[in-house]
């Protein structure tokens, strides 16, 4: 990857005017999937002098800093405590550590990547995120937006919830992305539960949320519940995985899922 230009930013402010200025100016996360995307950057938007490395907590959130990379919030013991270990489970299958030291948060999420281990735990996790302009929504409305939006991630906020975790991913070999993920939380409330590398984007299964969050006798509804999620949510083929091999599955970890979230809230 060629850098024409590199500037490292004085505010938020300064890094939006520079991204606007060109249409081939990028912020900088780690640069591991800019470089594999882009062979010539006119001008590198450095966001490193922001303070967006830090996680930090209140009362009722943890506050997740663009610029943390994944091997950090992986290893953030307080988040980890309060989701079940769900965040660092999911990172464990991404690369090697030294990766996991350079990927960011940002850059992990402003991509939408169909193949994503973070994007559905984050899901369940009902996080939000927190851009420079266009402020806070959940991360589902942006994994829903048309449009990828022209501005920089500042934070991702996760609320505090405690309940029982479940991740799994499957790949063809341990380096691959994923032929499929899921992730589920069992929050006081209710269970929520994802799908990603579908091979579509991870999505929230919420009609089979809907049937096991209304049925206390959920073993009776295997099948209504397994139905609904091939209904509600598209599984594809690429070269990873036919849809067959996907839907197949999906069947068999969501009710192994639920079965380790509800055993271990006993
Ligand atoms: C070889 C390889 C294997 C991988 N395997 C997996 C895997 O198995 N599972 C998985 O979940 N992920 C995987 N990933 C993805 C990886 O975990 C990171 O998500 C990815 O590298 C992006 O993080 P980064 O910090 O390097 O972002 P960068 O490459 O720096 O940036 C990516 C994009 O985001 C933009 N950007 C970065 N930060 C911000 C910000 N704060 N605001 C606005 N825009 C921003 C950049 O301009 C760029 O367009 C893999 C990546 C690679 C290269």
Known sequence: M???????????????????????????????????????????????????????????HFIIGSMATLYRLETAQAVNEWCDQLIKNSMQHIMGVAFRNTATIGGSIIGRY???DL????????AEVEFYRAGKMTLEAFLNERRMPQDILV??????????????KV?????????????????????RIAFGSRPGVAALAKEAMKIINQTPSWQEQRETLINALLEELKFGNNQRGSEAYRKQLAQTYLIRGIEEVMHNDR
């Open 155 to 168: 934070a991702v906020h996760i609320p505090k919830e405690r309940g029982q975790s479940f991740f799994k």
């Open 119 to 126: 994007l559905g735990p984050l899901l369940v996790l009902n």
């Open 114 to 116: 169909a193949f994503s």
């Open 2 to 60: 060629k850098i024409q230009q590199y500037h490292r930013a004085t505010s938020l402010e300064d890094a939006y005017n520079v991204l606007h200025a060109g249409s081939n100016n990028h912020i900088l996360g780690g640069a591991l999937w800019l470089k594999q995307i882009a062979k010539e950057i006119d001008t590198a938007i450095d966001l490193q002098d922001l303070n967006l490395h830090e996680i930090e907590q209140t009362e009722t």
């Open 171 to 191: 790949s063809n070999t341990r380096l691959d992305f994923a032929v499929l993920n899921i992730a589920m939380f069992k929050s006081k409330k209710e269970i």
